[in-house]
């Protein structure tokens, strides 16, 4: 895990986003992340992430390598 923390006020978001909490998670690659997700240990436990979530989404991301204008 990279980072965990509390939610604030939303500054921008829709209607009925509030979300309380915020995790990012980095994996070596997304073919561990999809290897993860096929695994039956895995898939055994994967409904108690669901269920204890109203919301959540996934956004893969790629480090930013550039120079920052």
């Known amino acids: 895990m990279e980072y965990l923390g509390d939610g604030g006020r939303a500054?921008?978001?829709?209607?009925?986003?509030?979300?309380?909490?915020?995790?990012?998670v980095r994996y070596p690659s997304r073919?561990?992340?999809a290897a993860m997700l096929r695994d039956p240990e895995y898939q055994a436990v994967s409904h108690l992430r669901s269920d204890a979530l109203?919301?959540?989404v996934l956004q893969p991301t790629v480090p930013f390598t550039g120079a920052v204008a």
């Open 54 to 56: 109203v919301e959540a």
């Open 11 to 24: 500054l921008v978001a829709e209607d009925g986003q509030a979300w309380d909490m915020v995790v990012l």
């Open 31 to 33: 073919q561990a992340f």
